[in-house]
């Protein structure tokens, strides 16, 4: 982990949910926390960023999925490849139909990454102060 580690925004309640996620569904499934790790050219890895789930899709199909990256490696693409590799594995699962991401409305960065990976603004988030953004899951056109 580097000196620099949390990234932004893991404060006590994000750590907190994080924990009690794990403490009560062991075996999420890869529906909790997830860690982005950047290899160096000498094979070393190091975190920079963490992301995943608030949980198994709900009975509509819906997941929603959070981010953050180390400020030190922010505009490198890694955000994006984050929210697109997680965007990608929920959609493995039939059960889900969209993907959710919250963010705050000044965090500018943040909602061109969720653009850049399909995300479409939707309204008022349900965190206090927060902006929803959903990707639904793509259609498959079985036309000839």
């Known amino acids: 982990m580097p000196p620099e580690w949390p990234p932004p925004l893991n404060d006590e309640a994000s750590i907190r949910f994080s924990l009690e996620m794990h403490r009560t569904h062991p075996d999420t499934g890869g529906w909790a926390n997830w860690y982005f790790l950047l290899e160096s050219a000498e094979g070393d890895r190091v975190a920079v960023g963490n992301g995943g789930f608030r949980g198994e899709p709900t009975s509509t199909g819906r997941v929603e999925i959070g981010y953050s990256i180390l400020e030190s490696h922010q505009r490198q693409g890694i955000a994006k490849e984050a929210v697109d590799a997680l965007v990608a594995w ?55």
């Open 90 to 144: 929920a959609f493995a699962d039939g059960r889900v139909r969209v993907v959710q991401a919250q963010t705050l409305p000044e965090l500018r960065p943040s909602i061109r990454v969720l653009e850049k990976c399909g995300f479409h603004f939707v309204g008022p988030g349900s965190d206090e102060g927060a902006i929803l953004y959903e990707h639904p899951r793509p259609r498959i056109d079985r036309r000839p």
